[in-house]
């Protein structure tokens, strides 16, 4: 398991600016209700189901806590993941155990039959999670400590 931890920043998408001198990388700024968040899109970014950004988008973009930050405003985080969310709905990206809890102890997940579970391209994924960096998109958790859930589906990063 890495030792990366992936901070989650949702909101929607206020405007994508090309990179000045970098063809292949853009800047998404995502505005929510702390202010204006800027992330740099990579080729290395992940972005679920290769989907389209596009301003007015509500998304959810994490970063590695782990990386260093510039001491700018507004602040300016290489992302590691960015998806299309759904309004009441939210995305968790990290490591699972073997009795899925999230490594962070955050998460605890209950896989339900109607939980859809594949990796990034896709295909169907039926091998252990324990110790996969797993997207989960759920709608609702129990006030528990840690929070439980049904998730609607699981990605695996493979």
């Given at each position: ?5 992936l901070?989650?920043?949702?909101g ?10 970098d063809?292949?990388?853009l800047?998404v ?6 202010g204006?968040s ?24 994490f ?9 700018v405003?507004?602040p300016?985080?290489?992302?590691v ?6 309004a009441?709905?939210?995305?968790y990206a ?12 955050s ?5 339900g039959p ?13 091998c252990?999670?324990?110790g ?5 998109y759920y ?7 840690p929070p ?11």
């Amino acid at each position: 398991m890495a030792n990366q931890t992936l901070v989650p920043v949702s909101g929607v998408i206020q405007r994508i600016t090309p990179l000045s001198g970098d063809c292949c990388s853009l800047q998404v700024s995502i505005v929510n209700n702390s202010g204006v968040s800027n992330f740099i899109v990579s080729p290395s970014t992940y972005v679920i189901q290769e989907v389209h950004l596009r301003a007015g988008m509500l998304v959810t973009a994490f970063y590695d806590s782990d990386l260093a930050i510039p001491l700018v405003y507004p602040p300016e985080y290489q992302a590691v993941i960015i998806g299309r969310k759904n309004a009441n709905e939210t995305i968790y990206a990290g490591w699972f155990d073997g009795d899925l809890l999230a490594v962070d102890q955050s998460l605890k997940l209950n896989v339900g039959p109607s939980t859809q579970i594949m990796t990034s391209n896709g295909q169907r994924f039926n091998c252990s999670l324990e110790g996969q960096l797993l997207i989960v998109y759920y709608s609702a958790a129990t006030m528990s400590i840690p929070p439980q859930t049904t998730p609607r589906r699981i990605i695996v990063v493979c």
